[in-house]
């Protein structure tokens, strides 16, 4: 089956522009969550999502924000982009959200801020 | 705030060697889960390990949840350069929700 999808792949931004990057779990996967990988700071957790519902939320400014649809695909929305916001952006779903569930991450999105 | 140490961050190796990565936290985490990740790509999930004292096996890997559940360890024998790559433990929180914690990472080269 397909595995978690992200658009798009790369992409570069001004800073003070504002991006959306998208995500589409695996058929069936109820619950998304978004990392931020950078070589300082490692994969950090930004949020996730289940049924369409932030159930939690990492230590990043309101700047950062997502959303879930009712189809489960997500999109998170960086605004006023500045140069550190430059990372990987990773997707990952699961069938839910209880401990243990199995957790696939895409291929991410490389955002660079210039 | 939960934090997990690797170690050693770099780890540069001859084919055939034997070799283990440590996922050390003070904090307790309901599961504890090792990716691997190659450039330009998302994690990859090896195992996931649950319950305290728990040993896994995957083919040359071997995986260990420590009896306290804060702790992991991810033993290679006879590494292969397919091996090579950016080893991340991962601890989920104990509130559920898939929120993972990621280590610091170990980057491994294995080399002819």
């Known amino acids: 089956k397909a595995g978690v999808t992200q658009t798009p792949r790369y992409l570069i931004k001004t800073r003070g522009q504002q991006v959306t990057l998208s995500c589409s779990p695996i058929?069936?996967?109820?619950?998304v969550s978004w990392y931020q990988q950078t070589p300082g700071q490692g994969l950090q957790f930004l949020f996730e999502y289940f049924s369409e519902t932030q159930r939690n939320k990492g230590n990043f400014p309101g700047r950062f924000s997502g959303r879930q649809f009712s189809n489960s695909r997500s999109e998170m929305n960086v605004s006023t982009l500045e140069l550190g916001d430059s990372a990987l952006y990773l997707c990952?779903?699961?069938?839910?959200?209880?401990?243990?569930?199995?957790?696939?991450f895409g291929e991410g999105s490389w955002l660079t801020v210039v | 705030t939960q934090l997990l140490e690797q170690s050693p961050q770099f780890l540069s190796i001859q084919e055939g060697e034997n070799l283990t990565v440590y996922c050390n936290s003070s904090?307790?985490?309901?599961?504890l889960q090792w990716y691997r990740q190659e450039p330009g790509e998302g994690p990859v999930l090896l195992v996931t390990?649950?319950?305290?004292?728990e040993v896994k096996k995957l083919k040359r890997l071997t995986f260990q949840f420590g009896d306290a559940r804060k702790d992991s360890s991810l033993h290679i024998t006879a590494a292969q350069p397919g091996d090579t790559g950016l080893y991340l433990c991962a601890g989920e929180d104990t509130g559920g929700g898939n929120k993972l914690t990621f280590g610091t990472g170990t980057q491994l080269k294995v080399e002819l």
């Open positions: 904090s307790v985490f309901s599961s």
């Open positions: 390990v649950v319950t305290g004292g």
């Open positions: 058929s069936g996967h109820r619950s």
């Open positions: 990952a779903s699961s069938l839910g959200s209880a401990s243990g569930n199995t957790i696939y």
